[in-house]
Nanobody
Framework: VQLVESGGGLVQTGGSLTLTCTAS???????IAWFRQAPGKGREAIAC????????KYDESVKGRFILTSDYDGNTVTLQINGLKPEDTAVYYC??????????????????????WGQGTQVTVSS
């Protein structure tokens, strides 16, 4: 399995950005999530989705500004971020798991759920 993130960059406060996770190698239902890690901070969950139901789930801290979408087979998962703030500056990671049951069972926003990780894409928001 490979996960490749794209779409990061430098954006002004208030702007929008769409990140894309391109997955390959999954053969059955699976889960995909987005996490981020700001400088000097721990990894933070943003949102997740399982191909079994295609229902996105969000961390409470990002509801309203982040929109997660997936194509029908979960191989292209996008994260749209609106109203960007300087505190959104972080490396954004895509993660994947074959254990989609954990994703729909309430464990989708926990990093140990995921066995595959991308290299990350940098998002920098200027004030």
């Amino acid at each position: 399995v490979q996960l490749v993130e794209s779409g990061g960059g430098l954006v002004q406060t208030g702007g929008s950005l769409t990140l894309t996770c391109t997955a390959s190698g999954f053969t059955f239902d699976h889960g995909i999530a987005w996490f981020r890690q700001a400088p000097g901070k721990g990894r933070e969950a943003i949102a997740c989705i399982s191909t079994s139901d295609l229902v996105p789930k969000y961390d409470e801290s990002v509801k309203g500004r982040f929109i997660l979408t997936s194509d029908y087979d979960g191989n292209t998962v996008t994260l749209q971020i609106n109203g960007l703030k300087p505190e959104d500056t972080a490396v954004y990671y895509c993660a994947g798991t074959t254990n989609w049951v954990r994703v729909i069972s309430g464990y989708g926003l926990e990093s140990p759920t995921y066995e595959y990780w991308g290299q990350g894409t940098q998002v920098t928001v200027s004030s």
